[in-house]
């Protein structure tokens, strides 16, 4: 889980520091545990890093009129050389110090050749900026522009309206972009079709104010929410998401059922300090732990709880049981996802088969430990009926992965 | 057989000279240009014309032009002939010419004489504004008042050194503000007069050109045209002069509606009548608002330009249906109300072609040899006009700005812009080309654009407070 993030100035007059430093705080709910600025001036490259989240990294004190940056979990990025500063979103199959020296050499040739599943922002000691988006369409990667002075590219547009710039497109799948002070330019190296947008990505990691992977996450998953309803109609009194991800999923299950909407929780603290669990993915969708529900809301009650996605079910569980302790009559769970059964291979850090509950139990079961009066997981068909199309990886769903590189 | 005597080299001048030396009057060209232009020197060797070079913004050259050909009316194309009296020059030789006096010019070379303008006539579509004769003035201001500014040269330098800040971050708000402090250094050493520096507010929206011509008597407003002003690929990058436009179907845009350029035309009439007034002499020319839909206003004006917009020209005059060149004969001799302009429903997608280096480093950007595949192009029905590029011998040479434009007229957008793109491959160079794939394919992103601003605009006009504005900041107050 990465955000990545590239700001390039025609003008040296710029120091872009700020822009990164807030531009990936636009981008930190990709992931979070470790984040970095490198900037490139007159006296080459500089670098800050640290094990915090972009909003507490301390604000640069660095100058410089191009640079990259970096938020999400493998303390490598930024990798700064003499040569060049290099972010990737992604798994690559190659050693990164080779790697990085050959993108300087030849740009087209190193991504050409590489092997792996990555989006990557590289900036040269030269100036030239390299951006490029995974041939699969796994990884997202978008470009933007302020006024007539900067170029920015970004994993979501959220990086790029932070520091109040305009959305100009998405990268293609396959696409690389080159920019220097004279010139942008295209080029397709690789093509690889059908497309596979990753569902995770679509489903818990993008920001519900983003357009990616052609399409407005928040419509997506208030359509997802509506879908679940198509599949599995409950009948009770109050539909409630878990916050932030599943609130959209709850709002299309309430506006297709007519079941009246609900705010179930509030929250203590910032969505994403001081989280317990351990692991990336838990906690960016483990929100819930820092979730207090709202008695009014649900007691005597029969509530519908709508959740992102289950991994080891602990959470759920701890969610149904504060549920039940402030009166609600039943409670049952939706899961506005397939399930969560497999690894990813393409660095969404998944944990492994044995710590996914779907992986290893049958519903019934899950339904005892989580105690929930049912439990209902949205069907693959419906998650393409959804989107609209099936061109996505699903690998984590379905154990069928689009692409072997390791 | 009646003469008439073209000044200008570029694009737009080009396809002026196919207006005219296609037209049924048979019209001989001559030109006068400052390089050999491939394509005005084609129009001129098949009307027997001549084709002079020299300095096209000199008095005496052009006095001494006039004396030679004596022809019946002229057709100036660029700004700074205008702004240096030529226009005047040919009036004075008894010569009618479509082109207004460097007084009426003024709208377009004074930025601060146009907004005060405006504000002096209570014209619609006026923007706040303030000038400051020293670089430490204006940089105190940006840094010292609130809100999103547009930093320009208060002359017109030729699409240069336009500084927009959108605001709205406050966090970002010193570093923005500190580069275009820096900036403003090298705004201000653009601009010859006292007046140096233009701020005005920032506004947002689909932009968009209106040309009307005017005899001083009757106005003819032209087809709508756009302009896309950032250099590079996507819309991104540094100010040019114009990497390309669109116009059509009919006389609009697809992002513009009928009462909006019904306001458009108001507000370019209302404005030459202003100028009239202010100068006391007849407008006799082309005024063109360079307008935006915001907001504040609905249309806006960004600026006035006295001429043709290069590109837009090259977007606008193929779709005449009508004798072209005539209309331009009837506007110089004050017959305008007798002309009548028919126009191919169709859209148009033109396309700059500029070489590497452009528009940042003049140097980088010429002499480089360009190679095109004209019979081909033209057989696929594209049109070329030639801008900065000289024919030298048998080769073509870039001169530092836009060099080709390629122009296609389809049913729709989708395929006009496809016939360019495919021309494009046609075109080669000893350097890297620039050229913008994006152009006339963000038509659906600007009509969501235009709609957004059109809630806004409404509800001003329903609440009474059109045009209404203002900023506020502890440091200095309102302005
Ligand atoms: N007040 C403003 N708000 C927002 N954008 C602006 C504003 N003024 C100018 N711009 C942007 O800057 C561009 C250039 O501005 P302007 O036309 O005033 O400059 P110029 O250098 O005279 O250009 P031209 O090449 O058209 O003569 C406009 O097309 C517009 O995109």
Same mark, same amino acid.
């Given at each position: 889980?990465?955000?990545?993030?590239?700001?390039?100035?025609?003008?040296?007059?710029?120091?872009?520091?700020?822009?990164?430093?807030?531009?990936? =705080?636009?981008?930190?709910?990709?992931? $979070?545990?470790?984040?970095?600025?490198?900037?490139?001036?007159?006296?080459?490259?500089?670098?800050?890093?640290?094990?915090?989240?972009?909003?507490?990294?301390?604000?640069?004190?660095?100058?410089?009129?191009?640079?990259?940056?970096?938020?999400?979990?493998?303390?490598?990025?930024?990798?700064? !050389?003499?040569?060049?500063?290099?972010?990737?979103?992604?798994?690559?199959?190659?050693?990164?110090?080779?790697?990085?020296?050959?993108?300087?050499?030849?740009?087209?040739?190193?991504?050409?050749?590489?092997?792996?599943? *990555?989006?990557?922002?590289?900036?040269?000691?030269?100036?030239?900026?390299?951006?490029?988006?995974?041939?699969?369409?796994?990884?997202?990667?978008?470009?933007?522009?302020?006024?007539?002075?900067?170029?920015?590219?970004?994993?979501?547009?959220?990086?790029?309206?932070?520091?109040?710039?305009?959305?100009?497109?998405?990268?293609?799948?396959?696409?690389?972009?080159?920019?220097?002070?004279?010139? =942008? @330019?295209?080029?397709?190296?690789?093509?690889?079709?059908?497309?596979?947008?990753?569902?995770?990505?679509?489903?818990?990691?993008?920001?519900?104010? @983003?357009?990616?992977?052609?399409?407005? =996450?928040?419509?997506?998953?208030?359509?997802?929410?509506?879908?679940?309803?198509?599949?599995?109609?409950?009948?009770?009194?109050?539909?409630?998401?878990?916050?932030?991800?599943?609130?959209? $999923?709850?709002?299309?299950?309430?506006?297709?059922?007519?079941?009246?909407?609900?705010?179930?929780? !509030?929250?203590?603290?910032?969505?994403?300090?001081?989280?317990?669990?351990?692991?990336?993915?838990?906690?960016?969708?483990?929100?819930?732990?820092?979730?207090?529900?709202?008695?009014?809301?649900?007691?005597?009650?029969?509530?519908?709880?709508?959740?992102?996605?289950?991994?080891?079910?602990?959470?759920?569980?701890?969610?149904? *049981?504060?549920?039940?302790?402030?009166?609600?009559?039943?409670?049952?769970?939706? =899961?506005?996802?397939?399930?969560?059964?497999?690894?990813?291979?393409?660095?969404?850090?998944?944990?492994?088969?044995?710590?996914?509950?779907? @992986?290893?139990?049958?519903?019934?079961?899950?339904?005892?430990?989580?105690?929930?009066?049912?439990?209902?997981?949205? @069907?693959?068909?419906?998650? *393409?009926?959804?989107?609209?199309?099936?061109?996505?990886?699903?690998?984590?769903?379905?154990?069928? *992965?689009?692409?072997?590189?390791? | 057989?009646?003469?008439?005597?073209?000044?200008?080299?570029?694009?737009?001048?080009?396809?002026?000279?196919?207006?005219?030396?296609?037209?049924?009057?048979?019209?001989?060209?001559?030109?006068?240009?400052?390089?050999?232009?491939?394509?005005?020197?084609?129009?001129?060797?098949?009307?027997?014309?001549?084709? &002079?070079?020299?300095?096209?913004?000199?008095?005496?050259?052009?006095?001494?032009?006039?004396?030679?050909?004596?022809?019946?009316?002229?057709?100036?194309?660029?700004?700074?002939?205008?702004?240096?009296?030529?226009?005047?020059? &040919?009036?004075?030789?008894?010569?009618?010419?479509?082109?207004?006096?460097?007084?009426?010019?003024?709208?377009?070379?004074?930025?601060?004489?146009?907004?005060?303008?405006?504000?002096?006539?209570?014209?619609?579509?006026?923007?706040?504004?303030?000038?400051?004769?020293?670089?430490?003035?204006?940089?105190?201001?940006?840094?010292?008042?609130?809100?999103?500014?547009?930093?320009?040269?208060?002359?017109?330098? #030729?699409?240069?050194?336009?500084?927009?800040?959108?605001?709205?971050?406050?966090?970002?708000?010193?570093?923005?503000?500190?580069?275009?402090?820096?900036?403003?250094?090298?705004?201000?050493?653009?601009?010859?007069?006292?007046?140096?520096?233009?701020?005005?507010?920032?506004? +947002?929206?689909?932009?968009?050109?209106?040309?009307?011509?005017?005899?001083?008597?009757?106005?003819?407003?032209?087809?709508?045209?756009? +302009?896309?002003?950032?250099?590079?690929?996507?819309?991104?990058?540094?100010?040019?002069?114009?990497?390309?436009?669109?116009?059509?179907?009919?006389?609009?845009?697809?992002?513009?509606?009928?009462?909006?350029?019904?306001?458009?035309?108001?507000?370019?009439?209302?404005?030459?009548?202003?100028?009239?007034?202010?100068?006391?002499?007849?407008?006799?020319?082309?005024?063109?608002?360079?307008?935006?839909?915001?907001?504040?206003? #609905?249309?806006?004006?960004?600026?006035?330009?006295?001429? &043709?917009?290069?590109?837009?020209?090259?977007?606008?005059?193929?779709?005449?249906?009508?004798?072209?060149?005539?209309?331009?004969?009837?506007?110089?001799?004050?017959?305008?109300?007798?002309?009548?302009?028919?126009?191919?429903?169709?859209?148009?997608?033109?396309?700059?072609?500029?070489?590497?280096?452009?528009?940042?480093?003049?140097?980088?950007?010429?002499?480089?040899?360009?190679?095109?595949?004209?019979?081909?192009?033209?057989?696929?029905?594209?049109?070329?006009? &030639?801008?900065?590029?000289?024919?030298?011998?048998?080769?073509?040479?870039?001169?530092?700005?836009?060099?080709?434009?390629?122009?296609?007229?389809? +049913?729709?957008?989708?395929?006009?812009?496809?016939?360019? +793109?495919?021309?494009?491959?046609?075109?080669?160079?000893?350097?890297?080309?620039?050229?913008?794939?994006?152009?006339?394919?963000?038509?659906?992103?600007?009509?969501?654009?235009?709609?957004?601003?059109?809630?806004?605009?409404?509800?001003?006009?329903?609440?009474?407070?059109?045009?209404?504005?203002?900023?506020?900041?502890?440091?200095?107050?309102?302005?």
């Amino acid at each position: 889980m990465t955000g990545i993030l590239g700001v390039y100035a025609f003008d040296k007059v710029w120091n872009v520091s700020k822009f990164l430093y807030y531009g990936l =705080i636009g981008l930190q709910h990709r992931g $979070y545990s470790y984040s970095g600025i490198s900037t490139l001036g007159d006296r080459g490259f500089s670098k800050a890093s640290a094990s915090l989240p972009p909003e507490d990294l301390p604000l640069p004190d660095m100058k410089g009129w191009s640079g990259i940056a970096y938020t999400g979990y493998d303390k490598v990025y930024p990798y700064v !050389t003499e040569e060049g500063a290099l972010v990737i979103d992604g798994v690559i199959k190659a050693d990164i110090g080779e790697f990085s020296r050959e993108l300087y050499r030849d740009p087209e040739r190193a991504i050409g050749e590489a092997e792996g599943v *990555f989006s990557l922002i590289f900036l040269s000691k030269d100036g030239v900026m390299v951006g490029y988006r995974d041939e699969l369409g796994i990884k997202p990667l978008e470009i933007g522009g302020f006024g007539f002075d900067l170029a920015i590219l970004s994993s979501e547009a959220s990086g790029i309206a932070v520091v109040g710039g305009e959305l100009k497109r998405e990268i293609e799948p396959g696409e690389m972009v080159y920019i220097d002070t004279y010139s =942008i @330019s295209y080029k397709r190296l690789k093509d690889s079709r059908p497309h596979k947008y990753c569902s995770i990505d679509i489903l818990y990691q993008s920001r519900i104010d @983003s357009h990616v992977f052609n399409l407005d =996450i928040y419509d997506i998953r208030v359509k997802v929410g509506e879908q679940l309803y198509e599949e599995k109609k409950v009948d009770g009194d109050v539909v409630i998401g878990v916050p932030d991800t599943a609130i959209p $999923y709850a709002i299309g299950y309430s506006r297709r059922s007519g079941i009246p909407f609900s705010l179930g929780f !509030t929250r203590t603290g910032s969505t994403i300090r001081t989280m317990l669990a351990s692991d990336d993915f838990i906690k960016v969708i483990g929100v819930q732990l820092k979730l207090n529900p709202i008695k009014s809301a649900v007691r005597g009650k029969r509530v519908i709880l709508i959740d992102d996605s289950m991994v080891t079910g602990r959470t759920l569980k701890n969610t149904v *049981f504060s549920l039940r302790s402030l009166g609600a009559k039943e409670v049952h769970v939706l =899961i506005a996802s397939p399930k969560i059964v497999a690894r990813c291979p393409y660095g969404i850090p998944i944990p492994d088969e044995r710590e996914l509950i779907a @992986s290893n139990l049958p519903d019934k079961e899950i339904l005892k430990i989580i105690d929930a009066d049912s439990i209902y997981w949205l @069907s693959l068909e419906g998650l *393409f009926k959804a989107i609209g199309h099936n061109y996505l990886c699903t690998g984590c769903m379905t154990k069928s *992965f689009p692409k072997r590189w390791w | 057989m009646k003469k008439v005597l073209l000044v200008g080299d570029g694009a737009r001048e080009n396809a002026l000279a196919e207006a005219l030396g296609s037209s049924e009057e048979g019209y001989v060209v001559y030109s006068l240009s400052s390089y050999r232009n491939p394509g005005i020197n084609e129009v001129v060797g098949k009307t027997g014309g001549r084709y &002079f070079i020299g300095d096209i913004n000199s008095v005496e050259e052009v006095r001494r032009v006039i004396k030679e050909v004596n022809p019946d009316f002229g057709v100036i194309g660029p700004e700074d002939p205008l702004f240096h009296g030529i226009a005047d020059e &040919f009036r004075k030789e008894g010569i009618p010419v479509v082109g207004p006096n460097s007084e009426g010019a003024m709208i377009e070379k004074s930025k601060v004489w146009m907004r005060e303008l405006m504000w002096k006539y209570s014209i619609p579509g006026r923007l706040r504004f303030k000038y400051f004769n020293t670089i430490e003035e204006a940089a105190k201001f940006i840094l010292e008042y609130g809100g999103s500014v547009a930093v320009k040269p208060a002359e017109q330098v #030729g699409g240069k050194g336009v500084k927009v800040v959108a605001d709205i971050q406050a966090y970002l708000s010193d570093e923005k503000r500190r580069a275009i402090t820096t900036s403003v250094g090298s705004i201000a050493n653009l601009v010859k007069g006292d007046v140096k520096i233009l701020i005005e507010e920032k506004v +947002d929206g689909p932009e968009y050109t209106l040309h009307v011509l005017t005899d001083g008597k009757s106005y003819l407003p032209l087809p709508l045209a756009q +302009d896309n002003k950032n250099a590079y690929e996507d819309g991104i990058g540094p100010e040019t002069g114009g990497m390309g436009a669109i116009s059509g179907p009919g006389y609009l845009l697809p992002f513009i509606d009928q009462e909006e350029f019904t306001r458009s035309y108001e507000i370019v009439k209302i404005t030459a009548e202003a100028i009239e007034r202010e100068v006391k002499q007849s407008y006799i020319g082309i005024l063109s608002g360079q307008m935006m839909l915001t907001s504040i206003w #609905g249309p806006t004006i960004i600026e006035y330009y006295a001429r &043709f917009g290069d590109p837009e020209a090259s977007a606008i005059i193929p779709r005449i249906k009508s004798d072209f060149g005539k209309i331009l004969e009837l506007l110089a001799t004050g017959h305008l109300s007798r002309a009548k302009v028919e126009v191919d429903e169709r859209p148009s997608v033109v396309k700059a072609i500029a070489p590497l280096g452009y528009p940042l480093d003049k140097n980088k950007a010429s002499n480089h040899r360009i190679w095109l595949d004209l019979p081909k192009i033209r057989e696929m029905g594209c049109k070329v006009y &030639f801008g900065s590029v000289a024919l030298e011998g048998n080769s073509l040479l870039t001169k530092g700005s836009r060099a080709v434009e390629i122009v296609a007229i389809e +049913d729709d957008y989708g395929r006009a812009v496809e016939k360019v +793109d495919k021309c494009f491959s046609l075109i080669s160079s000893d350097t890297k080309l620039l050229f913008r794939h994006d152009i006339g394919r963000t038509i659906d992103q600007q009509i969501e654009k235009a709609q957004i601003v059109r809630y806004s605009y409404k509800r001003r006009e329903a609440r009474g407070i059109l045009g209404i504005s203002a900023d506020w900041s502890p440091n200095g107050g309102l302005w």
